[in-house]
């Protein structure tokens, strides 16, 4: 069967057809790069879409990770102390910026190769890839997405020294 567009006459497939669904992708992988591709469309079950819409554009990012906790698990774990917060964009790892002394969240990177980061700092709603060196602006992972407001900065609470500032990486 032939239906025709202007200037152009294109066969109908065999899935058109046969009636089945149809939908039309953004590139042609056979020729006719105007309308695009025609492909069938997959039934997906309720649970492959959540985990569709749960994807990330970017590797790197699962937005149903829970944080690890509040503050840097590593310095609570050795009775340290923190400047910033980052949170691992793909598991919710909690650590400490470059600026603190110890930079956690960089070694988690160096560690476990998870890619990008995220501010755990309320009011702040950037992300980093450490693979590109560039900051973006990504889908918001599962809450909380900050620590407490009440908790102070350096942190935690009492465990900077006095002289914190001399301390930190520039």
Known sequence: MLYSRPRRLHHRSRAEQAGLHLRLSGTSTIGCAHYGSVRPRRTVGRRARREEFMRSERDGINPAAKPSGIGCVECQAVG??????????ECGHIGCCDSSPSQHASKHNAETGHPIIASFEPGEDWFYDYRTKEFFTAPKLRAPRAHPLDQPTPGPAGAAPSNWQTLLHK
């Open 80 to 89: 340290g102390w923190w400047l910033h917060l980052r949170r691992c964009a």
